[in-house]
Every structure is written in C-alpha cells, then in structure tokens.
C-alpha cells in the first residue's frame, strides 16, 4: 500500500512553477559547480499539492484527535500563536541584525524571560536551549560549574529517582557524572531511606520530577531538598509537568536551585513532527552567573521619554552557548502570545483543569484497569494494561487497539517501574464530552480483551502501516528516498 514516491510520480516535462523573464543580464553559470548527475522529479502543482496533503493526512496529530500522550503535554496549539509568530517583524528578522533593529523582539524576549521567572519562582532565566532535554543538559553543565568554581571537585555522582525519563541519566552521564538511581516507595514517592544511605559529600546534585512521571505530586519533597543541600548537593527540577503546577506551585519556592521549562509542553507551542522544541532554563540568584549567554536584558535603563535599550548580557562565569543564535526564537513567540493570553488568573486555571481532567478520567477507569499507586493524581496517571483473564494481551495491544477509535495510544511501557504501563495526559483543553468518549472506548477494548482478544492482537487494522518494528526504525534510519547513483 505504499504511495509512489515524488520521483517516482515523475513525468518528463511536467512542470509545476513558472519563471518570469529575468531583467538583469544573462551570465554563464560557473561550472564547477554544476552535476551532470542530479535527477529532479518533474510534476505539476496539483501532482505535489496531492501528495503531500495526501502524505498528512496519513498522519494523527492534536488536529485530528485525542491525544492522551503521558508527560508529552499535548494540549491544543491556539491558532492565535502562529498567527503572532508569522507577524513580519518576528518571521522576517535576522539573528545577526544591528540590535536596535531588533529592539522588539529583544523585548519580546526579555518580557518571556520576566514570566517564566514570575511562574517558577527563579531569578534568571535563559531561553537557549533548544528542547527539555537540552535543557536537562544545560542545567547539569551548570550544577558542575558551580561545584568547580568552589574548588569542590570531589563531587562525582548524580542522584536520579527510578521513575526519572530517560533524558535524566542520559544528560547526567553525558556530563561526566556517575548516575545513582533511587527507588520508588509503595506511596509512589521517593524511597526516603534509600536516599539518605546514598546522600554523601560526593553528590553533585539530584535530578527530582515533580509531580513525578506516575503522575503523583512526591509528598516528600521538602524534605528530599533539605537533604541534597545538606550534604551539598543542588537540586535540578525537571519541569516537564509543570502544567499540573502553574499558578499553584513554584518550584523556586519549593528549594529547587534549576530547572528547565518545555515550552512546547506546557506553553503549547507545538512538539512531535509539528516544529523545534524550546526548553529554558531557570535558576536561582547563585547559579544566574552560570547562565549560558548571551541572555536578553536591559543594557540602558528607559525613563519618560526614552523606551530601555535591550541588549545582549553574557553571565560572568557563563559556561558558553549551547545554541546557535539566540534559541528558538518562534517558540518564544507562540509561548509569549500564550502566557499573555492566559495571563496569571487564566496560568492557574490551566493546571485546575489539567488535574481534574485528569483525576475524572481515573475516576473512570479504576474499576476497569488497575491503577498503579492509586491515589489522587496530578495531571496524569498509570494504568496497568493487562487483566488475570487474558493473559495473552499487553499494553501494546490496547494501545495499537485504540487506534482503530481514532485514538492516540496513550505513553506506554514508561515509567519502567510499573508493569505494562499506561501513562494517560489528557490536559486541560479536552472537553468532558471527549473524556466521557475516551473511557467508554477503553472500558470496550478492556471487554473485547475478554471476548475477542484477536481484534487487539491484530490492531491496528485501518492504518496505512500497522506495527512497526520500532528498534529497528530508530538504529536503520532511512530519511532519503532517493539515493544517488554511484557515479
Ligand atoms: C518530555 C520530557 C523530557 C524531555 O523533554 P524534550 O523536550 O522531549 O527533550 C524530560 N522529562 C520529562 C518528564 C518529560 O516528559
């Protein structure tokens, strides 16, 4: 069932765009440069129109559907910030313009910079990075500048909870540090004992998820901070669920020393296939000095008359860029329109929302699935997704099973330490209509589970492609359908 490729459709002398007459004079080309060997497909407008409108539409995304994707956030991308971020004087600018050309979207930034510190409770912010795990990388690169600039060098090992996404020991382990991971107790908080036998002079810092990745808001947070400082570490927040937190709780407050926003998250700018993620950094007053750079600031206060000057700040004792430019600049837009939108009433309704969505469709659930450390959740939760009476059925099945509703499968097989997990984020912007929907289908597969357990074997049944083999599309990519010939 596989569409023709675009070369493929190619037919000789078909032709889709037309120049007009040049009016400078003709030059010859510069040879060198030319390939004998350079085979382009020849098509029509409509033929590529077609295919690609063709090629999207085989593709689910937030526009199409629900999408209860755990820890990715996917709420609804308001049109309202692409419209912002098309706006000539943002989409038309260039990094490398005199700044007081740019003295708009300077401020843009600055002001952005100013709410996720008002948001987060932290004292500066960079908006660099370029996703949550670049982000996680930066922040640790931060907690190590920190330790060596204090002549602290005997500070080796990073302490991560077992329900941590991957991102937390890759970034770790990326930065040098020995990874020391700590278990889950039977409320789904951090394993208080086991942290404390693991506390010593040699820890550079834990990386802590709040509320964690099973959804849960760890009930002993206040003291998992004061036991990292006492002993001399930093806390890293990883501020992926921040949506369940906005308006409500700020990490600054809770003792957290840095932290990494995902806009495309939390501040619904658009993520997966739909565009570059952005993930600041936020820090408090000892760490800014740190900060990645150049940072927008203020480098001539305004008055009456004058607006301030905006320019380029780099922090003291910086630990360098970690981005081309300035970061992603249309990212910082979408989020700015979004937070201005909301504004700090509306900020807070959208983790009341988030959560309720979220404990209702658990409400619903609990007697069908069983739920991994049931109690009131965040803005997600974890279902087990397998029943003593069908044994032969997994996570797997239910989810390629949700896909014939329509339904993007929920984050499964994460966080490890729940069996068949299914980690269920309906956000804020889904209606209880969709909610009501959703439980009904997912009470259904739990039924067929029983009586038809081969339609979830099979599933899913109406896709252009059914179940990949996904080891080997992430070690064999093939991101080119045409290969040259070997000349
Ligand atoms: C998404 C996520 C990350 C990583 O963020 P990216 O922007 O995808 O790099 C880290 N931690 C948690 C808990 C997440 O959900």
């Given amino acids: 069932m596989s569409d023709p490729t675009i070369f493929e459709m190619s037919s000789p002398g078909r032709i889709g765009a037309r120049f007009p007459e040049p009016d400078v004079p003709l030059a010859e080309l510069p040879q060198e440069f030319l390939r004998e060997n350079l085979p382009m497909p020849e098509l029509s407008e409509i033929d590529v129109i077609r295919h690609f409108t063709n090629l999207s539409r085989k593709n689910y995304a937030i526009d199409v559907g629900f999408y209860p994707l755990g820890s990715c956030t996917m709420k609804y991308n308001p049109r309202v910030n692409e419209e912002m971020a098309r706006l000539p004087g943002f989409a038309h600018t260039h990094p490398l313009q005199p700044i007081e050309t740019v003295q708009g979207n300077l401020a843009m930034m600055y002001e952005l910079q100013e709410w996720l510190k008002e948001i987060s409770g932290f004292k500066a912010v960079t908006l660099q990075p370029a996703a949550g795990a670049q982000g996680e990388f930066t922040g640790v690169?931060?907690?190590r500048a920190y330790h060596r600039s204090r002549g602290d060098l005997q500070r080796t090992k990073i302490i991560i909870p077992d329900s941590a996404h991957g991102t937390n020991p890759a970034t770790s382990a990326m930065s040098g540090f020995e990874v020391v991971p700590v278990p889950t107790d039977a409320d789904g908080n951090v394993d208080m004992a086991a942290l404390r036998a693991v506390c010593d002079e040699h820890v550079a810092g834990l990386m802590l998820t709040n509320p964690n990745t099973l959804g849960l808001f760890d009930c002993n947070v206040k003291e998992v901070v004061d036991l990292i400082h006492n002993c001399g570490g930093l806390v890293y927040g990883?501020?992926?669920?921040?949506?369940?937190?906005?308006?409500?709780?700020?990490?600054?407050?809770?003792?957290?020393?840095?932290?990494?926003?995902?806009?495309?998250?939390?501040?619904?700018?658009?993520?997966?296939?739909?565009?570059?993620?952005?993930?600041?950094?936020?820090?408090?007053?000892?760490?800014?000095?740190?900060?990645?750079?150049?940072?927008?600031?203020?480098?001539?206060?305004?008055?009456?008359?004058?607006?301030?000057?905006?320019?380029?700040?780099?922090?003291?004792?910086?630990?360098g860029r970690v981005k081309s430019f300035f970061g992603q600049f249309g990212m910082m837009v979408r989020a700015y329109t979004y937070i201005s939108m909301y504004g700090p009433d509306g900020m807070r309704s959208i983790a009341e929302h988030a959560v309720l969505n979220a404990n209702y469709l658990l409400a619903r659930l609990r007697d069908t699935y069983k739920v991994a450390y049931d109690r009131v959740c965040m803005h997600e939760f974890v279902l087990e997704g397998h029943f003593a009476d069908a044994p032969e059925i997994h996570a797997l099945d239910i989810a390629k099973r949700l896909i014939d509703y329509n339904i993007h499968p929920p984050t499964n097989y994460f966080p490890l330490i729940v069996k068949e997990a299914l980690m269920i984020e309906p956000t804020e912007t889904e209606s209880k209509q969709v909610l009501d929907q959703f439980a009904e289908v997912m009470v259904k597969i739990a039924e067929e589970a029983r009586t038809s357990p081969e339609l979830l074997k099979s599933a899913p049944h109406n896709t252009p492609v059914g179940r990949l083999d996904e080891v080997k599309a992430a070690r064999d990519l093939v991101l080119c359908c045409w290969v040259p010939d070997k000349a």
């Fill in 141 to 143: 690169m931060i907690i």
């Fill in 238 to 319: 990883d501020g992926a669920n921040l949506n369940a937190l906005l308006g409500i709780v700020r990490p600054g407050d809770l003792g957290f020393d840095v932290m990494h926003y995902n806009l495309h998250k939390t501040f619904s700018t658009p993520h997966g296939g739909g565009g570059p993620g952005s993930g600041p950094v936020g820090v408090t007053e000892a760490l800014a000095e740190f900060l990645p750079g150049p940072i927008a600031g203020i480098v001539e206060e305004g008055d009456e008359e004058m607006a301030p000057l905006y320019g380029w700040v780099m922090p003291a004792k910086s630990i």
